[in-house]
Structure formats: structure tokens, C-alpha cells
């Protein structure tokens, strides 16, 4: 990966990461917040939240980076470079044919089936049961920061590879 194209890989993910946390924390205070205790699991729980949260989260967030750095690409201030044929570029260049829509929402799915379950472990071997509104408002800020800023490099190498001809004409 060259300088440039890590530099903006992580500035994305962090800027999106900082800010997803800030703003997630502050939409889950709002809502809980006369609550009196958040359980952990159940239908109205913490992880069915963050299962929603992740989804829609990563939805709004590829909907958003990919068309953004499709732009740069273009005005060549990200440049492409090819990715990897590993599983990894073969996922990316399979998302990089699908329309954005459908590629934001498997990403969605993606990143939730790879967060909510390490969270669920989390919660079920520190043995938490139910979150005060604040804490519940802090952990989920900070999982959507943390979802958001792990998941935007794949969203930059989706937008790269869907602007790169030979990976288009190679893999249809």
C-alpha cells in the first residue's frame, strides 16, 4: 500500500470512527436515558440495538465514503492500486460488480455478524446482564466508532476497484 493511500485510508477511518462514536453516543443518550437499566439480552436489548446500529450504520456510512472516494480517484487525489487475490480482494471486487446499495447492505451484514458476536462473548464472560443509560450511551458510542473506523478501509478499496477497468472486465 503506498504512503498516500494508507494516510487516506486512515484518516477516513479515523475521522468516521471519532465521529460515528461521538454522534452514535449521543443519539443512544437521548433515547435511554430516563430508562432506568438497558438489558443485554432480549428483544429490547443491547445486542439486538447493536446488531440494528451495525447494520444501518455501515448502510449510511458505504452510501456516503464510496461515492466520496469514487470522486478523489477521479480527481486523482486517491490513488488506485490493485488489491490482492486473496479472499479479502475477491470479496472486494465481488461488492465492487453489485449495485451500491446491495453492496452497503451485505457490508452492513458483514460488519454486524463480525461485531455483535465478539460484544455478545464480551458481555456474557464479564457476566453484565444490564447497563446503566450512560454506560449503555458510552459503550454504544464507542462500538460505533470502533464498527465504523474497522469497516471504512473496505468501503475505500470497494470504491478503488469498482474504478479499476481491469478488475471490472477480468472478474465479470
Not at 446500529?53 to 478523489?72: A, C, D, E, N, Q
Not at 446491495?102 to 452492513?108: E, F, R, Y
Amino acid at each position: 500500500m503506498s504512503t498516500q493511500f494508507g494516510a487516506q485510508v486512515r484518516h477516513e477511518a479515523v475521522t468516521n470512527g471519532i465521529t460515528n462514536c461521538f454522534f452514535n453516543g449521543v443519539i443512544a443518550w437521548f433515547l435511554v436515558r430516563t430508562k432506568e437499566m438497558i438489558p443485554v439480552w432480549g428483544g429490547q436489548g443491547l445486542l439486538v440495538d447493536f446488531f440494528a446500529t451495525g447494520l444501518i450504520l455501515l448502510f449510511i456510512v458505504t452510501l456516503i465514503v464510496v461515492p466520496l472516494s469514487r470522486r478523489k480517484v477521479r480527481q486523482g487525489k486517491l490513488v488506485p492500486l490493485p488489491l490482492p487475490f486473496n479472499a479479502y480482494g475477491q470479496l472486494i471486487r465481488f461488492l465492487a460488480r453489485r449495485h451500491l446499495s446491495l453492496s452497503a447492505l451485505l457490508l452492513g451484514l458483514i460488519g454486524a455478524a463480525l461485531f455483535v458476536p465478539p460484544t455478545a462473548a464480551a458481555m456474557a464472560l464479564l457476566q453484565i446482564d444490564s447497563l446503566s443509560p450512560m454506560t449503555f450511551a458510552l459503550t454504544k458510542g464507542v462500538w460505533a466508532g470502533l464498527v465504523a473506523g474497522c469497516m471504512v478501509p473496505p468501503m475505500i478499496h470497494l470504491a478503488v476497484c469498482a474504478d479499476i477497468p481491469e478488475f471490472q472486465a477480468s472478474e465479470s
